[in-house]
C-alpha cells in the first residue's frame, strides 16, 4: 500500500468500468474517494460495499469534472491530513498493478515534478474505428510534458496551492491546471510505465463526433485563458481548427463566385491533406491513414465547438457539457 496517497475517481453509471477501476485500487494507496455524479444504476452502492468513500454531488450546482476532482480532493484532505500525493482517476479506468508505487517514487527522487503520469490505453481497440483513435491518441512522447490527461499523480501541496482545477471548465481542464502549475516553477512528466486501461466505449460515429466538438470547445477556451505569449496554449490548435473548418470552406466559396464551379477544386487541399499526414506517419498503413483521415475530418467538429465556446462567452448562450457516452 502507497503510504500518504489518496486516490479521486468521479464517474456516472460506469457500471462495470468502475468496478474495475475501484477494485484495482482497493488496498494500493491509503485512502479512495469516489465522486458520483448522479449515477441512477448501482454505482455507488457498489463502492461503499468495496469500502470505498463516496462523496455524492449535488447536481442542482452545475456539473464539471473539474469540480468532482476538486470536491474529492477536499473530502480526501479531511479523511487524509498527512496526504502528500493524490491520485486522479476516470471511473472508465483501471489502474495498472504497481503503478501507484512506481510513480510515487519517481516523485520522491524528482522534487521538481508536480505531476507525474504514464501510459494509458484502450481496453478494446480492436472494437471500432473510434476506440483504435483514442489509443492512437493516448501514444504520447515519454519525458517532461506541457500536460496530462485525467489520470495522474500530483504533489497534494502543489494542486493545493494551485486551487485545484477551474471548476467551470466542461473540457480541458488538465492541460490548464498544468498551464499554472508549471507557471508557479512546477515540472510535468510522462513515464513508460503503463498506467491505466481505458474504455471509451466509442462504437458510432456520433459519439466520436461529439468527443471531438469538446475538443474544440477546449482549445477555444484554454487559449482564450492562456493564449497570450509566452505560452501561447492551444493557440495553434485554435488556428487550424478555424482554418481548416472554416477557412478552406469560406474561400472555396468566394472562389465559385468568382470562377464558377471549377472553385470546388480548392476542395482537393483536404484529400492532399490526408496524403501528406499519413505519408509521415510513423504507424502502420491502416494506422496512418485512419489517423490522417481523423485528424482532417476533426478540424469541422473542432470549430464548431470554438463556435460553440464564443456564443457561450459572448452571446446568449449558457456552457452545458458535451457528452458522448
Known amino acids: ?138 501514444d504520447t512522447p515519454i519525458g517532461e510534458a506541457k500536460a496530462c490527461g485525467g489520470d495522474a499523480l500530483m504533489r497534494a501541496d502543489a494542486f493545493a496551492a494551485a486551487s485545484g482545477f477551474r471548476a467551470d471548465l466542461i473540457a480541458g481542464e488538465e492541460p490548464e491546471l498544468c498551464v499554472r502549475l508549471r507557471a508557479n516553477g512546477w515540472k510535468v512528466w510522462r513515464l513508460a510505465e503503463e498506467m491505466t486501461l481505458h474504455d471509451a466505449a466509442m462504437t458510432r460515429f456520433g459519439q466520436w463526433w461529439r468527443r471531438t466538438l469538446r475538443g474544440g470547445h477546449a482549445f477555444a477556451e484554454g487559449a482564450f485563458l492562456h493564449g497570450a505569449a509566452p505560452e501561447k496554449h492551444w493557440l495553434r490548435e485554435s488556428r487550424r481548427a478555424w482554418f481548416w473548418g472554416l477557412g478552406v470552406p469560406l474561400a472555396t466559396v468566394i472562389a465559385m463566385l468568382m470562377l464558377g464551379w471549377s472553385g470546388l477544386l480548392l476542395l482537393l487541399v483536404y484529400p492532399l491533406q490526408v496524403v501528406r499526414l499519413a505519408r509521415r506517419g510513423g504507424r502502420s498503413k491502416r494506422e496512418n491513414w485512419l489517423l490522417a483521415l481523423f485528424l482532417v475530418l476533426g478540424k469541422f467538429p473542432e470549430m464548431l465547438g470554438q463556435a460553440r465556446f464564443l456564443l457561450n462567452r459572448f452571446g446568449t448562450g449558457k456552457t452545458a457539457l458535451i457528452e458522448y457516452k
Open 1 to 138: 500500500m502507497a503510504i500518504g496517497m489518496g486516490v479521486v475517481v468521479i464517474g456516472r453509471n460506469e457500471g462495470l468500468r468502475l468496478e474495475r477501476c475501484l477494485a484495482s485500487l482497493v488496498g494500493a494507496a491509503e485512502q479512495v474517494v469516489y465522486v458520483d455524479s448522479g449515477s441512477t444504476d448501482d454505482s455507488v452502492q457498489m463502492a461503499k460495499a468495496l469500502g470505498v468513500e463516496v462523496v455524492e454531488l449535488d447536481m442542482s450546482i452545475p456539473f464539471t469534472a473539474a469540480r468532482a476532482r476538486n470536491e474529492g480532493f477536499a473530502r480526501l484532505q479531511h479523511l487524509l491530513p498527512a496526504m502528500r500525493y493524490v491520485q486522479f482517476v476516470d471511473g472508465d479506468c483501471e489502474v495498472v498493478e504497481g503503478w501507484l508505487s512506481r510513480a510515487q517514487a519517481f516523485l520522491d527522487t524528482r522534487p521538481e515534478v508536480a505531476v507525474v503520469c504514464g501510459r494509458r490505453r484502450e481496453r478494446f481497440p480492436q472494437r471500432s474505428i473510434y476506440n483504435l483513435l483514442c489509443d492512437l491518441e493516448w
